[in-house]
């Protein structure tokens, strides 16, 4: 079936410079996507989200892009920080799929900042 | 975590027990979650109940039972039929659109 895909498994960074997070889909009717955060041993931690009817939306440090053409979904954070390292899930939903709202994940990009 | 939490964090079981994961919301939610996730990998769905008293399976169900008799508590029992329980289980519940999830229990099969 049809899942949610990241180009990259790992990403070193720098502290201070920006990260950019890829995530590939391959269900172009879905609705919505969430980008969660987890660091070791922790629940996943919710991000940001957008609608399939948004191209950008901005959080704090944050932004998401989403680009329907090619299907892909990216996590852009400003001024990376130690803190930030973790690991990058997307997850999306089709609304059609019923009220459920089950989510499919991706494996997730673990995000490693350079002191 | 918001208001889900879980508990044991750890938890250890010996070969042919069932064990038990407590799930425990604040947030009013009507529909809550279980996951699975194994090193490394992403999460996969074990099951989900939209309402009180109503659950359905998900993508990995075998193995596990649920129950939904209070809206803010939805536990899990790995029962001894679940061949490979070794895994971190997360719960997680579902306001609007958004799920948001526990901590997590890490459960060890000895």
């Known amino acids: 079936g049809e899942s949610v895909g990241l180009h990259l498994p790992t990403l070193s960074v720098q502290e201070g410079d920006n990260s950019i997070i890829n995530c590939a889909y391959s269900n172009s009717a879905s609705d919505y996507f969430i980008w969660y955060k987890q660091e070791s041993g922790k629940g996943p931690q919710f991000i940001i989200d957008i609608r399939s009817n948004m191209d950008k939306r901005q959080g704090q440090r944050v932004t998401v892009l989403l680009n329907k053409t090619v299907k892909h979904l990216s996590l852009q954070i400003a001024a990376t920080q130690p803190g930030d390292s973790a690991v990058y899930f997307c997850?999306?939903?089709?609304?059609?799929?019923?009220?459920?709202?089950?989510?499919?994940f991706g494996s997730g990009t673990q995000l490693t900042v350079l002191p | 975590d918001g208001g889900i939490t879980q508990s044991p964090k750890y938890l250890f079981r010996k070969e042919g027990q069932n064990v038990t994961l407590s799930c425990e919301q604040n947030l009013n939610h009507d529909a809550m979650y279980w996951y699975r996730q194994d090193p490394g990998q992403g999460l996969r769905l074990i099951y989900y109940s939209q309402i009180v008293n109503d659950f359905q399976k998900g993508d990995i169900a075998e193995g596990y039972s649920v129950s939904r008799e209070k809206k803010e508590s939805f536990p899990l029992t790995v029962t001894s039929a679940q061949k490979n329980p070794t895994a971190f289980y997360l719960c997680?519940?579902?306001?609007?659109?958004?799920?948001?999830f526990g901590p997590g229990t890490r459960l060890t099969v000895l």
């Open positions: 997850a999306e939903i089709l609304f059609s799929s019923g009220s459920a709202r089950q989510l499919t």
């Open positions: 997680a519940s579902r306001g609007a659109d958004t799920q948001y």
